[in-house]
């Protein structure tokens, strides 16, 4: 067996190879398929997902049985600023991985978001329900997930949302580093969404793509918040003697326009692997008791 892993040094793409190499995680055990799976990662430098016959070189030579695609433009704000970019990453990027893991046969896991709904649902949104994104990250994130269904067989897509992990910036580490120094701070109460912590995510991708059971996945963390409820977890976890005021999100003036409810119901995973994803705030206790703060 033969796993790739575009985005590698990313959030989601760093924890996924720790844990194909490691057979680590604190949810279950990975499957023993994967502990003498050949694993190649990659970043911009070796694999731009940009560019096709770059994908074409590299993958041809690997010749994966399974491909993970965690590589994506995530800065919601720049791709406002920046949508050619956006549009080739995130789109086009993912219309290469699918043409390219079509012509070798290989499986591709395409990872996706909650903003590809518009937030006007007051119930966790299902696979079922229609796409309707309002920032050009989600319109792209969109586009890059009907190109993946239209150019490959052997896909699984899966949307997952306000991801923390141990490498790179997230809103859990910013929250940390400004709640540790001040004595309040500020974060939005108006935007409903489910904390995901990048372990379980990893771990889930992981079991849906030993499977066949192609399609659509909803996976975040179970239960849900808005970010103030959220980061007032996070201070409260850690003992900081820090105070949070609720606000609204036009207060920060922020250029991309965010869903104000935009959390999901992972009905895919309860009908096939099984929802082991962790209650949110429960993923976040492992989470910030193994941090290195
Ligand atoms: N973060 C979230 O809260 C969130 C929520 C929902 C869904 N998702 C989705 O989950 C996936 C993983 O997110 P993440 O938080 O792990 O993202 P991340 O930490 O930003 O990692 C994405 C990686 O993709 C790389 N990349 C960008 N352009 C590329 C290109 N042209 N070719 C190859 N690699 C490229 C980036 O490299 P550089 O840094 O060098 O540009 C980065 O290492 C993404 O598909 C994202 O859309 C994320």
């Known amino acids: 067996m033969k796993v790739l892993v575009t985005g590698a040094k990313g959030q989601l793409g760093s924890e996924i ?3 194909l190499k490691t057979g680590s995680s604190s ?3 990975i499957n023993g398929t994967y502990l003498s799976a050949e694993i190649l990662g990659t970043d911009k430098s070796i694999l731009d997902i940009t560019n096709l016959n770059n994908m074409r070189k590299i993958l041809g030579e690997f010749d994966p049985n399974i491909v993970i695609n965690t590589a994506a433009y995530t800065n919601v704000d720049d791709c406002e600023v920046n949508q050619d970019l956006a549009f080739k990453i995130n789109a086009i990027g993912g219309k290469n991985m699918a043409v390219v893991c079509e012509e070798l046969g290989a499986k591709l896991i395409h990872l996706s978001t909650d903003y590809v709904f518009d937030g006007n649902c007051k119930t966790p949104y299902r696979e079922y329900d229609s796409p309707s994104p309002i920032n050009i990250y989600g319109k792209t994130k969109y586009l890059g997930e009907l190109y993946v269904g239209q150019f490959s067989t052997r896909y699984f897509i899966i949307r997952s949302s306000w991801l923390y992990g141990y490498n790179g910036k997230n809103f ?4 940390m580093k400004s709640a540790a120094k001040k004595d309040y701070i500020n974060v939005v109460d108006d935007q409903i969404g489910n904390p995901t912590n990048v372990e379980d995510l990893a771990y889930h991708i992981l079991k849906v793509a030993l499977t066949e059971d192609y399609g659509i996945y909803h996976c975040t963390g179970n239960g849900k918040c808005s970010w103030f409820e959220f980061a007032c977890k996070i201070i409260e976890l850690n003992k900081f003697n820090c105070k ?3 606000i609204e999100s036009k207060a920060l003036g922020r250029i991309a326009k965010r869903p104000s409810y935009s959390s999901l119901d992972n009905s895919m995973l309860r009908c096939t692997v099984r ?4 209650q949110w705030e429960d993923a976040l206790r492992v989470f910030i008791n193994n941090i290195n703060f």
């Open 275 to 278: 929802d082991e994803m962790r």
């Open 17 to 19: 190879i720790h844990m």
């Open 172 to 175: 859990v580490k910013t929250i």
């Open 244 to 246: 949070v005021n609720p």
């Open 27 to 29: 949810i279950g055990k």
